[in-house]
């Protein structure tokens, strides 16, 4: 079965379908050694280079699925690394006729939950600054923050690329010389919440991130596992991104597997 070029890599998260447009509009898009153009349709097997990138469509359509990963720190959030360090890809489940797509990412040195789908337009749509989605944040600082550095980091403080602030900040214990704080943002720069704290003059030692959108970092989901999110959770995220959630299998959970090359 055929389908628009840009809605077939949109499925398999190459992009929006209204960047893939303004790729093929800009000549960027072949298909089987031709250029594409708006309206051309492409069927299983087809072969598609986007942007000097191949890109093949899968024989079937894998079925759409979202997990919740509690991320460790010192995985890395690529599908390879030049370095040979461990990568959250090879910690998930395999799966049939698809691929994982990660909905944002955390540094090697963060932990928490990342979300994982097989729906391409899913995860464009969740990460697209238009939809304002939020992210929350554990974050443990060293150092006393004032009332006024707090202040200005919810008023806005320009980093390199650009003005950034939090939403939110709600001061959440702590003793000696680190403080932890719950703060949460509607955009997913590199690093930002790091680079904030850094800006205002304080130095971040541990970052979880606890939840994404409606969907809550789960307190029995140990590091390294992973598990399908809930019908209710699928809802929820689905209708923030403002798509309709498809339907869903029984959930379920998985332990760690072992790690294989990527």
């Given at each position: ?20 447009e303004r790729l093929i509009e800009a000549g960027k ?104 989605v939020r992210r929350e944040y554990a974050v443990r ?47 997913g720069r590199k690093r930002e919440v790091r680079r ?67």
């Amino acid at each position: 079965m055929s389908e628009r070029v840009q809605k077939a890599l949109a499925a398999v998260g190459i992009g929006s379908r209204r960047e893939i447009e303004r790729l093929i509009e800009a000549g960027k898009v072949s298909m089987n050694g031709k250029p594409v153009r708006l309206g051309d349709r492409a069927a299983p097997g087809d072969r598609l280079r986007v942007d000097g990138r191949w890109v093949q469509i899968p024989q079937a359509r894998c079925p759409k699925r979202v997990i919740a990963y509690h991320k460790p720190v010192g995985e890395i959030c690529t599908r390879h690394d030049v370095e040979g360090r461990p990568t959250v890809f090879g910690s998930l489940p395999e799966i049939k006729d698809g691929r994982w797509v990660a909905v944002g990412r955390l540094d090697i040195n963060s932990c928490g939950l990342i979300l994982f789908t097989t729906d391409g337009e899913l995860a464009n749509a969740l990460m697209h600054p238009s939809r304002e989605v939020r992210r929350e944040y554990a974050v443990r600082v060293l150092g006393h923050p004032r009332p006024d550095d707090l202040s200005r980091l919810q008023q806005g403080i320009r980093l390199e690329d650009g003005m950034a602030r939090f939403d939110t900040i709600r001061e959440d214990g702590g003793e000696g010389a680190n403080r932890w704080y719950r703060v949460s943002l509607k955009e997913g720069r590199k690093r930002e919440v790091r680079r904030l704290w850094e800006a205002a003059g304080f130095t971040v030692s541990r970052l979880i991130r606890v939840r994404f959108g409606p969907i809550a970092l789960p307190r029995d989901l140990h590091r390294g596992q992973v598990r399908d999110l809930s019908p209710a959770e699928l809802k929820a995220l689905y209708e923030s991104a403002g798509l309709t959630p498809p339907a869903v299998a029984k959930p379920g959970r998985r332990k760690p597997k072992s790690r294989r090359r990527q």
